[in-house]
Nanobody, 117 residues
């Protein structure tokens, strides 16, 4: 059974930084396409960034230049470094693992990011 656990969320002032982590167990992390999503109150879940097992990373335009997605296959962990945070970044952040060439997706429970002064 594949399990994803996010951590690192919290309260930060505008302009501050947070680093989210997503630890994956029970599967083959190195082959997964990993993604960060977020969902703000009253809004649809939004893809923030993606990192395949090998290849280019992708970001939604609103976070380009501020967020960096990375992964450590040896630790089966994905990260999201978030800098210059804005109030509009406030949301619950979810990590997602997709098994390539299948319809299988796994989700974490989410971690709250609050950006407020």
């Amino acid at each position: 059974q594949v399990q994803l656990v996010e951590s690192g969320g919290g309260l930060v002032q505008p302009g501050g930084s947070l680093r989210l982590s997503c630890s994956v167990s029970g599967g083959f992390f190195s082959i997964y396409v990993m993604r960060w999503y977020r969902q703000a109150p009253g809004k649809q879940r939004e893809l923030v960034a993606a990192i395949p097992s090998g290849g280019r990373t992708n970001y939604v335009d609103s976070v380009k230049g501020r967020f960096t997605i990375s992964r450590d296959n040896a630790k089966a962990t994905m990260y999201l470094q978030m800098n210059s945070l804005k109030p509009e970044d406030m949301a619950v952040y979810y990590c997602n693992a997709e098994v390539p060439l299948t319809n299988r997706n796994y989700w974490g429970q989410g971690t709250q990011v609050t950006v407020s002064s």
